[in-house]
């Protein structure tokens, strides 16, 4: 199919009425929506009537900045129902206050020599990570793993644990609703 100088007036036109490139080509006939899109950009045809579906877009909110600060402290803010203290490991550069990460458990002492790093780990080893691996003691344990599984069997009770039923502390209520709750009226 030949680009003729009806078809391009043609395509000029509609393109102006804003219809999209899918559109055209049905009107047009015999070319694909790539094909329109093509030659709309070596036309260098830019400007478009705004249709109806175009007016009817939301415009997004947009995510504060350092310099709106003074516009976000006038809202309301809504109250957080959880701390977030985040990552363990990396709470320490976030929240240099903060106390160091202590894992709950005690754990295995692996001696020197049955240590492995990450360069003398094979496929039989426990690949479990023992210390702060920016410290020049940090190993894996080494021990030989469990089939199918990447840890000893001692690391692997610890990784693998049978889901606990959960409880869930109850959210205090701000001030405002529990005073709207009094003044409510029986009837």
Known sequence: MAWTDERVELL??????????????????GVSRNAVIGKV??????????????KSHRPRPRMATATASSATAKRPQKPQR????????LRALYQ??????????????????????????????CR?????????????????????LPYCE?????????????RRDPVPMPAAIEAADDTKVEA
Not at 154 to 166: G, L, S
Request: include cysteine; proline fraction near 9%.
């Open 12 to 29: 000029k036109k509609l393109w102006s009425e804003g219809l999209s490139a899918s559109q055209i080509a049905s009107r047009i006939g």
């Open 41 to 54: 950009h070596r036309l260098g045809l830019s400007g478009r009537a705004t249709t109806t579906r175009m």
């Open 82 to 89: 959880f701390a977030q203290v985040g990552n363990p490991a």
């Open 96 to 125: 240099p206050d903060a106390e160091p990460f202590v894992p709950s458990q005690e754990e295995l002492v692996i001696p020197l020599k049955e240590r492995k790093s990450i360069q003398t780990l094979t496929e039989c080893n």
């Open 128 to 148: 479990w990570p023992i210390g702060d691996p920016q410290h020049a003691d940090f190993h894996f344990c080494g021990k030989t793993k469990v089939a199918g």
């Open 154 to 166: 001692f690391h692997a009770r610890r990784a693998y644990q049978p889901p606990q039923t959960r």
